[in-house]
């Protein structure tokens, strides 16, 4: 099967939601969103918003991206998460792909983590990728690795203290890992 952009779907509360990949349109939507995780702390390991280029390294060069965008009350069309899919080494370990997803406070628990992960493991496969890892689920994110967990991810590891929370200790990341199969 062949998964074609734009996907369009609904959520577990019935909300349409459309998956596009992302370009020039989408990247100050998804600044302003990022900005959002990046302040939560909770999930990504960016002490301070990126400048510019940061933000397109991270997001955009080299990397497929996916928008998820829904319709509010009074029809115009909102930014509520995306992800980024990229090879996680180069050259004899390029099949192995990495990805980053973000969904807005306001959005999570409804599903679009979930849609979002299994639209981004087939167009993974789809992508020629063989598995993915993700490379840092900080371990008091407790949504994240239970939904990759549910989604077929297994723990490889635990660094210990690997991420400086706001306050100033520290949390452990774990480092997860699923095959996309032959």
Do not use: C, K, Q
């Given at each position: 099967m062949s998964l074609t952009f734009p996907v369009d779907a609904k959520l577990k509360d019935g909300s349409p939601v459309q998956l596009v990949l992302a370009d020039n349109q989408d990247i100050e939507p998804l600044r302003q969103l990022y900005r959002v995780i990046v302040d939560e702390g909770n999930s990504y390991p960016h002490d301070r918003f990126p400048d510019q280029e940061g933000f397109m390294?991270?997001?955009?060069?080299?990397k497929s991206t996916v928008a998820a965008y829904v319709p509010d009350r009074a029809g115009a069309v909102g930014m509520v998460g995306a992800f980024y899919l990229k090879p996680n080494w180069p050259g004899r370990?390029?099949?192995v792909a990495n990805?980053?997803?973000?969904?807005?406070?306001?959005?999570?628990?409804?599903?679009?983590?979930?849609?979002?992960?299994?639209?981004?493991l087939a167009y993974a496969k789809q992508l020629g990728y063989r598995c993915?890892?993700?490379?840092?689920?900080?371990?008091?994110?407790?949504a994240a690795w239970r939904l990759w967990d549910k989604l077929g991810f297994k723990e490889l590891g635990t660094i210990p203290g690997a991420v400086r929370k706001n306050d100033g200790t520290y949390q452990d990341a774990m480092i997860m890992f699923r095959s996309l199969g032959d």
């Open positions: 390294d991270y997001w955009f060069r080299g370990a390029g099949h990805a980053g997803f973000i969904v807005a406070p306001e959005w999570r628990n409804r599903g679009l983590g979930w849609l979002m992960g299994t639209t981004m993915v890892i993700f490379n840092l689920v900080f371990s008091e994110n407790v």
